[in-house]
């Protein structure tokens, strides 16, 4: 019988993943090694980082380390094309918040999306969460900038929006990421995602340089390429469904996920928790 894993992405007993290649750290840094082996989990269909970095390599990333300092995020052509995306997602993925409802903006940076949202509607309460202050004092568009984790924020406050853009692939456990913010989703509430997805014209026992030559590959800073497969297993888990997937952005580099919440899954899986603690 071949060798099984638990696979740290999809969180399922699967197949040894297939080796891409070796690859080293795009980034400097007193990280706990200096190359990874990057795999493809057949099951879920991510491309990922092996071994996962540390916590205390992802804290020399976010915590130590100046992200915003790059001329990307000051440039004025840079700043229209990110508000004119984020607007293009806002109005036509049903995305856009009405007057009074609340956003979420996780690992927010500049806070593109939120910036989108007011200017389009003044009254919608923006609010961003990043674990560094860098940005924090910048973003006049942000009602409240939230430093710190996210169970930090007040548990008892729901969205109507909650986008992670280019943030969920730093995350180490991106599933328990969602399942964390499938309890902050109102019942109409929507969740946007976008993230490096694979280079263009990739698949599986494809041509390896491809992944050498792409712009995204930041090592260890991008820990897994997401697939649409795992945002399927996972949003089921997490009571909710995929309700808009496009891995067409640049050229195929990029995917936009968007989850809603599914009554279906919620149910079942609530019968499932009872029956755990015994109350069903
Ligand atoms: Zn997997």
Redesign the pocket.
Known sequence: MSKTIN?P??Q?K?AEPELIAGVSNTHGGAFSQTSYDLVH?R??D?VRLDPLPTEADLDILYRQTEQFSDDLYTDDSRISSMLEYYGHCLENLGLMPAGGEASLEVGAGFAWVSRAIKMRDESVVTIAQDVTDECSEKCAWVDRYHVGLLDTLDPGQKFRLISLTHVIEHLRHPAAMLVELAEKLSPEGRILVTAPHRPIGWQPGGDVQTWLDYSYLHVPAHIAYLSREWFDITAARAGLKVVHWDAGHEDGQAFEAVLGVDPDARSSWWARLKKKVGQG
């Open positions: 696979c992405l999809c399922r699967v989990c099951d879920c991510v």
